[in-house]
């Protein structure tokens, strides 16, 4: 009687059939596992923009930047398709560094957009020292089209390097 339940169970754990029967579950099971391993490091590739909008760029007095706009969003020829950011000025009155000032001042930057053949009027961006240096940012629209514009920094804050010659960070984004 024991050999007999031995042999049932035997044939019942080790029979071909029930081999063939978890070989396929064991083989669909690390399928499984390897398909959701490789799917869990897929990521979004973001892609950074190509043209210059969306990323910041640094200009002195009197210096342009060509931001062009790609030929899929554009119906201008190519050669008109670009917008020119061009900083007019920069004026610094902020408080110099390590010194107590009663106001503590600000920096005002001054620039025009040309886009399309048309220029802009003279739009001014400033910063001013808080805690946290907060920014400024406008609606700027020039050859009918809007663009935002974001103030990031302007540097070298005063006090801290006088030999640098003052420069502007800036951000352009479509609207």
């Known amino acids: 009687m024991v050999s007999l339940i031995k042999t049932a ?6 029979s071909p059939h029930k081999n063939k029967f978890i070989n ?24 950074p923009p ?35 950011f061009k900083l007019n000025a920069i004026e610094d009155s902020r408080c110099p ?5 009663v106001w503590m001042g600000e ?6 957009l040309e886009f399309n053949g048309q220029t802009s009027p003279v739009v ?9 240096e907060r920014t400024d940012s406008t609606s700027v629209t020039v050859g009918n089209r809007s663009f935002t514009v974001l103030l990031k920094s302007v540097q070298p804050y005063p ?7 003052p420069n502007a960070t800036f951000v352009v984004r479509k609207q």
């Open 107 to 112: 920096a005002v930057t001054r620039f025009t």
């Open 50 to 84: 190509t043209s210059g909008f969306g990323k910041a760029f640094t200009l002195s007095v009197n210096e342009s930047k060509s931001l062009p706009l790609s030929s899929a969003e554009s119906s201008e020829k190519p050669t008109d398709a670009v917008l020119i």
């Open 9 to 14: 169970t035997t044939r019942a754990f080790f």
């Open 124 to 132: 001014a961006l400033k910063v001013a020292p808080t805690g946290k």
């Open 159 to 165: 006090g801290t390097t006088p030999s640098d010659k």
């Open 97 to 101: 560094a390590n010194v107590q000032c």
């Open 24 to 47: 396929q579950t064991m083989k669909r099971f690390l399928l499984s596992l390897l398909a959701i391993g490789l799917l869990s490091q897929c990521t979004r590739e973001t892609v």
